[in-house]
């Protein structure tokens, strides 16, 4: 029961923090210092990914309507979307470069996933996003995901291959991307939402077929945290999704930027205290 009550809190925050460009890295190794679960090593790198897959079937539910590619006609006929078929299309180029950091994900896990890069990429971003703001960068000249061009998608998907390393924030890297290529704030985050879909199912398949792989099985206790995670995440989404959204019609992203480099700096605490101990 002690583990199905850390899965809801992991669930909680995965379905926050994968959303807001805030790290969801960063709040893992925080609370991995508080909480740990009686499951193997293996099994933990493994649900710290996979957990997003309840997050993500989030995007499919609150967005179906404008990502399912086939409609019926006047005459009930089943016909293909056109214009949504554009937009998977620019989602594929944009999902190209983060796809290629699969191959070197068990290095990226060994060198990077610490306390000290994660806080780096945490206050560095952060800094960004003040900057961007504050220095007037945001120059809003695409209003609709269906404004985004094939090259645009295509350096937007540039930016997301820099979250492979921890603490960049997948949400937050495209953001930044986007808000330089002249996307409004409330149309890049619409488009980072519809990139998670397949970076984070071919993420997530790429660990669980690697856990399998290397000869591990599931216990019951493993698949109910996982199954209770995913659950929680999902449903936490929801709610997520929708605040971002309707934040970013109204407000900028300098309140990510301050909360980013505050949590940095409560990374590099805790690292200097787990040296200490």
Same mark, same amino acid.
């Given at each position: 029961?002690?583990?199905?009550?850390?899965?809801?809190?992991?669930?909680?925050?995965?379905?926050?923090?994968?959303?807001?460009?805030?790290?969801?890295?960063?709040? !893992?190794?925080?609370?991995?210092?508080?909480?740990?679960?009686?499951?193997?090593?293996?099994?933990?790198? !493994?649900?710290?990914?996979?957990?997003?897959?309840?997050?993500?079937?989030?995007?499919?539910?609150?967005?179906?309507?404008?990502?399912?590619?086939?409609?019926?006609?006047? /005459?009930?006929?089943?016909?293909?979307?056109?214009?949504?078929?554009?937009?998977?299309? /620019?989602?594929?180029?944009?999902?190209?470069?983060?796809?290629?950091?699969?191959?070197?994900?068990?290095?990226?896990?060994?060198?990077?996933?610490?306390?000290?890069?994660?806080?780096?990429?945490?206050?560095?971003?952060?800094?960004?996003?003040?900057?961007?703001?504050?220095?007037?960068?945001?120059?809003?000249?695409?209003?609709?995901?269906?404004?985004?061009?094939?090259?645009?998608?295509?350096?937007?998907?540039?930016?997301?291959?820099?979250?492979?390393?921890?603490?960049?924030?997948?949400?937050?890297?495209?953001?930044?991307?986007?808000?330089?290529?002249?996307?409004?704030?409330?149309?890049?985050?619409?488009?980072?939402?519809?990139?998670?879909?397949?970076?984070?199912?071919?993420?997530?398949?790429? /660990?669980?077929?690697?856990?399998?792989?290397?000869?591990?099985?599931?216990?019951?206790?493993? !698949?109910?945290?996982?199954?209770?995670?995913?659950?929680?995440?999902?449903?936490?989404?929801?709610?997520?999704?929708?605040?971002?959204?309707?934040?970013?019609?109204?407000?900028?992203?300098?309140?990510?930027?301050?909360?980013?480099i505050v949590l940095g700096i409560v990374v590099l605490l805790a690292a200097a205290a787990t040296a200490l101990a």
């Amino acid at each position: 029961m002690l583990d199905i009550l850390k899965a809801i809190i992991y669930g909680v925050i995965e379905g926050i923090t994968e959303w807001l460009p805030v790290s969801s890295t960063g709040h !893992m190794i925080l609370a991995e210092q508080v909480m740990h679960f009686s499951f193997s090593d293996a099994f933990m790198e !493994m649900f710290r990914v996979v957990i997003q897959l309840g997050a993500i079937l989030a995007v499919v539910v609150i967005f179906w309507n404008k990502l399912w590619p086939f409609a019926r006609n006047r /005459k009930g006929k089943v016909v293909a979307v056109v214009p949504i078929w554009r937009l998977w299309a /620019k989602i594929v180029v944009a999902s190209i470069p983060a796809a290629t950091c699969l191959l070197i994900d068990d290095w990226i896990d060994e060198h990077f996933y610490n306390f000290y890069t994660v806080a780096c990429m945490l206050i560095v971003y952060g800094v960004l996003f003040l900057i961007i703001e504050n220095r007037g960068l945001v120059q809003p000249k695409l209003q609709n995901v269906s404004q985004i061009t094939y090259r645009d998608a295509l350096i937007i998907g540039l930016w997301q291959m820099l979250a492979v390393i921890p603490g960049t924030s997948r949400s937050g890297a495209t953001i930044v991307g986007g808000l330089l290529l002249g996307l409004s704030r409330a149309c890049v985050a619409e488009f980072t939402f519809y990139l998670a879909i397949p970076a984070m199912v071919g993420a997530s398949g790429f /660990k669980l077929l690697k856990f399998m792989l290397a000869g591990n099985a599931i216990t019951g206790a493993e !698949m109910g945290a996982l199954a209770v995670g995913c659950v929680v995440a999902f449903a936490v989404s929801m709610f997520a999704i929708r605040f971002l959204m309707n934040f970013v019609k109204r407000h900028n992203f300098k309140a990510f930027g301050y909360y980013r480099i505050v949590l940095g700096i409560v990374v590099l605490l805790a690292a200097a205290a787990t040296a200490l101990a």
